[in-house]
């Protein structure tokens, strides 16, 4: 770059500048092509074999004819986007950038000093970003503690608290604390419901894109509902503990002599339930899920099945201790009872996703010895949603981005398709189901449920996002890259994407969004990820940024762009 102008040096002086310039061209947006091209018979180099720069811009400067050729650029050169073996950002540093990039140089993720990409300075992604907006604690405060998740959580709480106000105002009552611990039950059943989070995700993504953006930007953090489902069930298990410390207390105290008297098959299954509730709290803590993630996930699923057996007993007993003591039928006492109403609805909750358990036969197309595409034709999900496989459905489940295909696909032969109309999935390897499925291509597979509403639902409650996906992120991505909800630009850190993930793909992600910045980090090192998402989120104009990657990266971007004035959303790992 010299002054306003991206100038661009080829040698040696043989070469044709008319087909490098019609190649460039072919491959890179308009604001990221040279508007001069110098033609040299060698490239200045430095004492250590590296190319003079300066001595570059030196010859610009002063206007050195005598010592290269100057070749003006197109005055108003087009963009066409046209598939071209050249697709990453990486084949065109090294195709034109000669010694400019250095391998060893890109070791770490501070874009911008250590090398120069065409286009950089027009793109404006090695820029550097400004300080974070608030001072600390504040900050933490406000991006870190004070996030949705924890509103809802604490909305739910708090209304709880005003519950026990209650109780105690109008005297403490058994059938009450059953109901308690019943109503916070059901809450935290349904907020996890296939069917329940598709209707939230489509109330609040329906708000239209000419609506504020606050309200907009507010509606997205939808994926925060997790929140009330924790305070829920830890709520349930702190009413069914409070019930059964008040039973053993009003027992043994004259005070509350005319205390209904539970059986004791009641209070033997009251105190295994809450031991059970607190058991299943405590391998929840995020530390120990995270670390024992499949564990978690069975014990979950088991736990919640034998519990729920144990509540219709507890239920039961209960209705019939009641019925005894009022000298009432037993079908009387039943109808009756709010918590067997409750259940019923628990239950059914927890039962219909099992009702669309299914085997399904499955199209397998291995991409890379990294990554397979699984592609099925039993429904078209809506973007943005993920779907649930297993070769053994009561023992693991895994959840997958969808790519919806409203039509058949792929290479065309005798009047067929390749791939159905339906929706697609991308495994990457990231384990042991994983390195198997991408082995040992499946023909069908278990499915469970319905396509869920997931991070990427969101993108349709904006008119301009920036998506950022780190490796095998991209798969949750594809749905909205390859079918754009609205305006969109993408950065993409991979290693070597095109042997990870097929050509086929990243030329498909090519003619979607031409001008994607695709990231090789087996070539230029890891990228600085805040950096990039900030500039390129500035320089389009953006309001949001969808972030898919790991943990640790979607926090730190999340966290460095909303403490810089942009609206960034990624998964927050609650469940």
Same mark, same amino acid.
């Given at each position: 770059?010299?002054?306003?102008?991206?100038?661009?040096?080829?040698?040696?002086?043989?070469?044709?500048?008319?087909?490098?310039?019609?190649?460039?061209?072919?491959?890179?947006?308009?604001?990221?092509?040279?508007?001069?091209?110098?033609?040299?018979?060698?490239?200045?180099?430095?004492?250590?074999?590296?190319?003079?720069?300066?001595?570059?811009?030196?010859?610009?400067?002063? =206007? =050195?004819?005598?010592?290269?050729? %100057?070749?003006?650029?197109?005055?108003?050169?087009?963009?066409?986007?046209?598939?071209?073996?050249?697709?990453?950002?990486?084949?065109?540093?090294?195709?034109?950038?000669?010694?400019?990039?250095? %391998?060893?140089?890109?070791?770490?993720?501070?874009?911008?000093?250590?090398?120069?990409?065409?286009?950089?300075?027009?793109? !404006?992604?090695?820029?550097?970003?400004?300080?974070? =907006?608030?001072?600390?604690?504040?900050?933490?405060?406000?991006?870190?503690?004070?996030?949705?998740?924890?509103?809802?959580?604490?909305?739910?709480?708090?209304?709880?608290?005003?519950?026990?106000?209650?109780?105690?105002?109008?005297?403490?009552?058994?059938?009450?604390?059953?109901?308690?611990?019943?109503? #916070?039950?059901?809450?935290?059943?349904?907020?996890?419901?296939?069917?329940?989070?598709?209707?939230?995700?489509?109330?609040?993504?329906?708000?239209?894109?000419?609506?504020?953006?606050?309200?907009?930007?507010?509606?997205?953090?939808?994926?925060?509902?997790?929140?009330?489902?924790?305070?829920?069930?830890?709520?349930?298990?702190?009413?069914?503990?409070?019930?059964?410390? #008040?039973?053993?207390?009003?027992?043994?105290?004259?005070?509350?002599?005319?205390?209904?008297?539970?059986?004791?098959?009641?209070?033997?299954?009251?105190?295994?339930?809450?031991?059970?509730?607190?058991?299943?709290?405590?391998?929840?803590?995020?530390?120990?899920?995270?670390?024992?993630?499949?564990?978690?996930?069975?014990?979950?699923?088991?736990?919640?099945?034998?519990?729920?057996?144990?509540?219709?007993?507890?239920?039961?007993?209960?209705?019939?201790?009641?019925?005894?003591? #009022?000298?009432?039928?037993?079908?009387?006492?039943?109808?009756?009872?709010?918590?067997?109403?409750?259940?019923?609805?628990?239950?059914?909750?927890?039962?219909?996703?099992?009702?669309?358990?299914?085997?399904?036969?499955?199209?397998?197309?291995?991409?890379?010895?990294?990554?397979?595409?699984?592609?099925?034709?039993?429904?078209?999900?809506?973007?943005?949603?993920?779907?649930?496989?297993?070769?053994?459905?009561?023992?693991?489940?895994?959840?997958?981005?969808?790519?919806?295909?409203?039509?058949?696909?792929?290479?065309?032969?005798?009047?067929?398709?390749?791939?159905?109309?339906?929706?697609?999935?991308?495994?990457?390897?990231?384990?042991?189901?994983?390195?198997?499925?991408?082995?040992?291509?499946?023909?069908?597979?278990?499915?469970?449920?319905?396509?869920?509403? =997931?991070?990427?639902?969101?993108?349709?409650?904006?008119?301009?996002?920036?998506?950022?996906?780190?490796?095998?992120?991209? !798969?949750?991505?594809?749905?909205?890259?390859?079918?754009?909800?609205?305006?969109?630009?993408?950065?993409?850190?991979?290693?070597?994407?095109?042997?990870?993930?097929?050509?086929?793909?990243?030329?498909?992600?090519?003619?979607?969004?031409?001008?994607?910045?695709?990231?090789?980090?087996?070539?230029?090192?890891?990228?600085?990820?805040?950096?990039?998402?900030?500039?390129?989120?500035?320089?389009?104009?953006?309001?949001?940024?969808?972030?898919?990657?790991?943990?640790?990266?979607?926090? #730190?971007?999340?966290?460095?762009?909303?403490?810089?004035?942009?609206?960034?959303? !990624?998964?927050?790992?609650?469940?």
């Amino acid at each position: 770059m010299v002054g306003q102008e991206l100038h661009a040096f080829i040698q040696p002086s043989t070469c044709d500048v008319s087909a490098v310039r019609e190649h460039i061209t072919s491959i890179l947006p308009y604001y990221a092509l040279p508007a001069n091209y110098h033609v040299l018979d060698s490239f200045p180099l430095t004492l250590n074999g590296k190319v003079d720069k300066p001595t570059l811009r030196k010859l610009v400067e002063d =206007g =050195g004819e005598s010592e290269f050729t %100057r070749v003006p650029s197109n005055p108003a050169p087009v963009y066409t986007a046209k598939e071209s073996p050249i697709t990453t950002v990486t084949e065109i540093c090294e195709k034109y950038s000669g010694d400019t990039y250095s %391998r060893s140089s890109a070791t770490s993720g501070d874009f911008g000093s250590r090398f120069s990409l065409p286009g950089q300075e027009e793109l !404006g992604l090695g820029r550097s970003v400004p300080e974070k =907006g608030l001072p600390q604690p504040l900050r933490g405060l406000v991006y870190r503690i004070f996030i949705p998740y924890r509103f809802l959580f604490s909305v739910v709480w708090m209304a709880n608290a005003a519950a026990v106000i209650v109780v105690f105002v109008k005297g403490i009552n058994r059938e009450w604390l059953a109901n308690m611990v019943a109503i #916070n039950l059901v809450v935290a059943v349904l907020i996890r419901q296939d069917f329940v989070i598709n209707a939230l995700y489509t109330i609040t993504c329906s708000v239209p894109k000419s609506w504020p953006l606050w309200i907009r930007a507010s509606s997205a953090k939808i994926y925060h509902l997790g929140g009330i489902h924790s305070s829920a069930a830890s709520c349930a298990a702190l009413w069914l503990l409070a019930a059964n410390v #008040n039973d053993v207390v009003c027992l043994s105290m004259v005070t509350c002599s005319n205390y209904p008297r539970p059986s004791p098959a009641y209070m033997v299954f009251s105190w295994i339930l809450t031991a059970m509730f607190f058991t299943m709290m405590g391998f929840a803590w995020p530390s120990f899920r995270k670390a024992n993630h499949n564990f978690f996930e069975r014990w979950h699923r088991f736990m919640g099945w034998t519990m729920l057996a144990l509540f219709w007993t507890q239920i039961m007993i209960s209705i019939s201790d009641t019925a005894r003591e #009022n000298s009432t039928p037993f079908g009387k006492a039943l109808l009756s009872a709010v918590p067997f109403w409750l259940l019923i609805v628990a239950t059914s909750s927890i039962a219909l996703s099992w009702f669309w358990l299914r085997r399904v036969p499955v199209v397998s197309e291995v991409l890379s010895d990294h990554a397979i595409r699984l592609h099925f034709d039993y429904t078209v999900p809506v973007n943005g949603s993920f779907t649930r496989l297993s070769f053994r459905p009561l023992v693991e489940w895994h959840s997958f981005a969808t790519i919806p295909a409203p039509e058949p696909h792929g290479t065309v032969t005798n009047g067929r398709a390749e791939f159905p109309a339906g929706y697609s999935l991308v495994v990457s390897n990231a384990g042991d189901w994983t390195r198997r499925c991408i082995k040992n291509p499946p023909r069908s597979v278990w499915v469970r449920g319905v396509p869920t509403c =997931g991070v990427m639902r969101i993108a349709t409650l904006f008119n301009r996002v920036v998506v950022v996906a780190t490796g095998s992120g991209i !798969g949750p991505c594809l749905g909205h890259l390859q079918r754009p909800s609205c305006a969109t630009q993408l950065i993409w850190s991979t290693r070597d994407p095109e042997r990870s993930f097929g050509k086929e793909m990243v030329g498909a992600l090519r003619r979607s969004i031409p001008d994607a910045v695709i990231w090789d980090t087996n070539k230029l090192g890891r990228p600085d990820m805040v950096k990039l998402s900030y500039n390129l989120a500035r320089q389009f104009k953006a309001e949001a940024v969808i972030v898919i990657a790991n943990e640790k990266i979607t926090k #730190n971007i999340v966290y460095g762009l909303e403490t810089r004035g942009i609206s960034a959303y !990624g998964a927050i790992w609650d469940s």
